[in-house]
Every structure is written in structure tokens, then in C-alpha cells.
């Protein structure tokens, strides 16, 4: 039995497991953040230690048999902060294991796509287009942050959605679902009270990208402004993938692209409105949604560090265990 020991750091979570190829988990650990463009770096390593101690506790025969590591981190990369996590990781497992520290990108891709290439749109409270061929090159387009990007967003959505409120509110736009949708979220009774729930303590973001849902819920309500917000994001998601896909060598066959991320969570809106786009265009590109969490992404990623394919079971499996 081969065993991994696989890790999502993200901007609200880190998940953590021990994992084996046919997808039954040993240890699992779900605590804070761990983006370090986002906390003190010291707070930052403290995190990785916890966790690490938190598996190596839960099950020391599986930890000490470990064969890999992947870590797929938001804001590694910006910060070159690998190596760091690389020395944290080497402190625990054997001096054999294999550790490996990329973008936490790739484990929302391989989420999809089982450890192909492929390009993956993530649209959270953020949002990002990136692209993995073959030869693991790399490329990237979007996400230079909420004040003039990430295009597509929770926050982005959001945005558009409260545009959308005060204008029909000031009579320079048209009347929409996600008025009263909005209210009864703040619960406040009237438009002007909402500028107070949006500019109070918290950040922006945290208070307007969860506005993204009553985009969608309205839209399958029929509302039009709602429905014209999300076709311009489908709009926006396809340049930004087409681009991506554009600077990229790709071979004869259909490009995978994984939607991860909250946004998508429903993905029958999106899924055919960007492939509809693709065909019009004739692109290759094959539009999916993850089959794993991206924890699941992570385990496929270490995996795939020592060449080995998952068992046929393991989708299945992993989901059973991660419940």
C-alpha cells in the first residue's frame, strides 16, 4: 500500500489528509487559513506545525509510511514561500518522501481532470484562470485582485448585483428580484440602510461576494437583470479561458476545463452556457465539474508526484471517507 499525505491551504481553510491510492483516509485535519499573503508569516508556520503534529498524532504508523507530500497552497507562489513549507513538511515525514508545494490552482484542476492537463476557471471570492499542459508549464491569466479584477468573482457578482439595486432604486435602471433577495439577506427594510451593512467593520469582500448566490437564485427565477449579470460573467470566464488556452501548446485532443469554486456551485447554469461559447468558436475545450473536493485534487497531485494513477475505486472511496 502506497501512502500520501496531501494538503489544501487556502483563504478560510486548510484541509489536510493521509490517503492511500484507493482513496481511504487514515488522518484528516480541517483548521484555519493558511494563505500567507494573508497572515503573519509566523502565524503562517505555526499552522503547517499543527497540522503536521494533528496527522502525525491521529494515526503515527500511516504518517511514518508516508511516500509523498503535495501541498497546494493560495499565495505560495506570490510570496516564495514553497521552500519555507518544503522545510516545515521535511521536519516530519521520512527523508525519502517525496515533497512537492504548487499552487493551490493545480489541486482544483486535478479535481477534474484526475491529473491531466487542462486548464481550470476558479470562481470564488476571488477569481482566476490557470492553465497546466503536458510538460507542467504553466499559465496564467486574471485574478490581479478585487479592486480592478478578478472578473467573475463572488465579489464581482456581488458588486454587479448591488449596482443593480441602486439604480433601479435611483430610477436609472430597471426593477430586480435581488432588491427584496438583498434586503431580507441584510435584514434591513429599505436600499439606503444597506450602505451601512457594506462599508461597516468587515471587509468588502467577505461582505459582498456572498451576494453571488441570489445572482444565480434569481436568474433560475427568471429575473432579467440577474440573468443578464451571469451572462456577461460566462462572457467573461470564456475570454479569460480562451486567452489562457491561446498562449498554451496543446495537442489534437479536447482541452479539459474544470469550474471550481463557489460560484459554480450550480453548475447547469454555467456548464453548457460556456461550452455553447466554445462551439461557437470551434475550440477544443471540454467543460466539466470536479469530480473531488479540491483535498481530493491534492491526494491525485502526490500521486502523481511518483507516477502512480489512482485506483478505479477511489473517486467513490475518497468521497465515502471525506464526509
Not at 485535519?29 to 508569516?41: C, E, G, I, Q, Y
Request: with cysteine; hydrophobic share 40%; aromatic share 10%.
Amino acid at each position: 500500500m502506497m501512502y500520501v499525505l496531501a494538503i489544501d491551504g487556502g483563504g478560510t481553510k486548510t484541509s489536510a489528509v493521509l490517503c492511500d491510492e484507493h482513496g481511504n483516509i487514515y488522518a484528516k485535519v480541517v483548521t484555519t487559513r493558511s494563505n500567507p499573503t494573508a497572515m503573519d508569516l509566523h502565524y503562517f508556520e505555526s499552522t503547517i506545525h499543527t497540522i503536521m503534529q494533528n496527522l502525525q498524532q491521529q494515526n503515527p504508523q500511516v504518517f511514518s509510511a508516508v511516500h509523498s507530500c503535495f501541498a497546494g497552497m493560495a499565495g505560495v507562489k506570490e510570496l516564495q514561500a514553497e521552500r519555507t513549507v518544503e522545510e516545515i513538511l521535511r521536519q516530519y515525514v521520512s527523508k525519502t518522501a517525496i515533497i512537492s508545494v504548487d499552487n493551490d490552482a493545480i489541486i482544483a484542476l486535478y479535481a477534474g481532470t484526475l491529473g491531466q492537463a487542462g486548464i481550470v476557471q476558479i470562481a470564488g471570492t476571488g477569481a482566476i484562470t490557470m492553465g497546466f499542459d503536458q510538460q507542467k508549464n504553466f499559465h496564467r491569466v486574471g485574478g490581479w485582485g478585487y479592486l480592478f479584477d478578478d472578473e467573475g468573482s463572488g465579489y464581482d457578482l456581488g458588486i454587479q448585483a448591488l449596482k443593480a439595486i441602486f439604480q433601479s432604486y435611483d430610477g436609472r435602471g430597471r426593477a430586480t428580484a435581488l432588491t427584496d433577495a438583498v434586503l431580507h439577506y441584510f435584514a434591513v427594510a429599505n436600499e439606503p440602510q444597506l450602505i451601512e451593512c457594506i462599508y461597516g467593520e468587515e471587509h468588502p469582500r467577505t461582505v459582498v461576494a456572498p451576494l453571488s448566490k441570489y445572482v444565480v437564485a434569481m436568474a433560475n427565477q427568471g429575473d432579467e437583470v440577474a440573468h443578464k449579470i451571469l451572462e456577461d460573467a460566462c462572457q467573461k470566464y470564456y475570454s479569460a479561458i480562451k486567452a489562457c488556452y491561446k498562449q498554451m501548446i496543446w495537442g489534437k485532443e479536447h482541452v479539459l476545463v474544470v469550474l471550481a469554486g463557489g460560484v459554480f456551485k450550480n453548475e447547469g447554469y454555467f456548464l453548457p452556457k460556456l461550452q455553447q461559447l466554445a462551439i461557437a468558436d470551434d475550440l477544443p475545450l471540454q467543460f466539466i465539474k470536479p469530480l473531488l473536493p479540491p483535498i481530493g485534487g491534492a491526494v491525485i497531485a502526490a500521486f502523481k508526484e511518483m507516477n502512480i494513477q489512482p485506483c478505479t475505486d477511489f473517486i467513490e472511496t475518497f468521497q465515502k471517507n471525506d464526509e
